[in-house]
């Protein structure tokens, strides 16, 4: 697969991967180089990676716990602190390896650390893959508040070896198709209609749908880096998506979803808000939610969780002057902004999805 020019940054591919890596690393004389990884990418992936690693440089390995409650500035700093005690400086080079918390949180430590050093991003889940290995987008959350604090700043590279999905638990899988359903939801009905039935897909056409995934919000970011209008578009589902992700992570009474699990919920939601709001037809509404559920199982979200997710609402990253604002659909592959809905219309948005 071709390499992809995004920003400041060039993803690569497979095996494309490790000789981009090995040529960057020569090329940039790299004082030292700190490969941030949790538990499960030590255990799984870790030596793999370093067994394409061809350099003479001195290397030291972080461990974090895994898991996005973990995803924290308390984190960050122990980071900081193992940095500086292993004499990081700024011709370092942090590469971080794993899903989504490591990318993010890695990217975020990196690009603070001595007013930032050099990182390269090592995605290993099918989420990290699609979406975080794209737009530069790192931070932490704030609490049980998703990425409240972060910066954009792009990686030198970005590595995506699709082996590593073949160490992914299945939930984790189905947690990154929920981005890639989002892209064709916002971007067109040839590339949603993709995945109308994945049992006839084979591992070759994942490596072709990961690619034209990343394509498809490259383009977006590109055009729109610090998301003021058409960035906003892949928010689509993550209004509600990240007040359900975070509610249940906060209840000690609720399961703790994956992000593409809540999320999948959320785009359901928006679909139902989009045919009462501005007229998506309600067959399109329909036909989202029965091929949702037969990927996800249905969330128990009681009526008395409704008002606690509502009022999680107003943390929403798109919100400005006290608005919290949508992204809907008009039609597969258009999109409407900084849409406002009320809370009885949210309410009956649950009562779609528990119907």
């Known amino acids: 697969m071709d390499s992809i020019n995004a920003n400041d940054s060039i993803i690569h591919f497979n095996n494309k991967c490790y000789t981009s890596l090995n040529q960057h690393v020569k090329e940039n004389n790299f004082s030292k180089i700190f490969i941030l990884v949790d538990e499960n990418t030590h255990q799984y992936c870790l030596s793999k990676f370093l067994e394409k690693l061809e350099t003479n440089i001195a290397i030291e390995i972080i461990e974090?716990?895994?898991?996005?409650?973990?995803?924290?500035?308390?984190t960050c700093i122990g980071v900081w602190n193992t940095l500086s005690e292993l004499d990081a400086d700024r011709k370092s080079l942090m590469i971080n390896i794993g899903g989504g918390v490591i990318t993010d949180l890695g990217g975020f430590v990196a690009c603070t650390f001595k007013r930032g050093i050099s990182y390269i991003n090592v995605p290993t889940s099918l989420l990290s893959m699609v979406d975080a290995s794209v737009g530069g987008k790192t931070g932490v959350d704030l609490g049980h508040l998703k990425n409240q604090?972060?910066?954009?700043?792009?990686?030198?590279?970005v590595l995506i070896d699709t082996q590593f999905l073949d160490t992914l638990p299945k939930d984790q899988m189905r947690s990154g198709l929920a981005e890639m359903l989002k892209h064709g939801l916002i971007t067109g009905e040839s590339y949603w209609n993709k995945f109308t039935d994945l049992s006839k897909l084979n591992l070759d056409d994942l490596d072709e749908l990961i690619h034209e995934s990343v394509i498809i919000k490259r383009n977006v970011v590109e055009e729109?880096?610090?998301?003021?209008g058409l960035r906003k578009t892949l928010n689509f589902g993550h209004t509600l998506g990240h007040a359900i992700e975070s509610y249940f992570l906060s209840n000690p009474n609720k399961i703790t979803l994956l992000h593409g699990e809540a999320i999948a919920i959320g785009m359901i939601l928006a679909s139902y808000i989009s045919t009462e709001l501005i007229g998506f037809p309600k067959e399109t509404t329909n036909s989202i939610k029965k091929l949702f559920l037969s990927y996800y199982d249905k969330v128990n979200i009681e009526k008395s969780d409704y008002p606690n997710i509502i009022e999680l609402l107003k943390y929403d990253k798109k919100n400005n002057h006290g608005n919290i604002n949508f992204v809907l659909l008009e039609a597969i592959g258009k999109c409407k902004i900084d849409c406002l809905v009320d809370n009885d219309l949210i309410i009956e948005a649950f009562k779609y999805y528990d119907a």
């Open 224 to 228: 729109d880096p610090f998301e003021n």
């Open 149 to 157: 604090i972060g910066v954009i700043s792009n990686p030198d590279l």
């Open 64 to 74: 974090i716990e895994s898991g996005e409650i973990n995803k924290t500035i308390d």
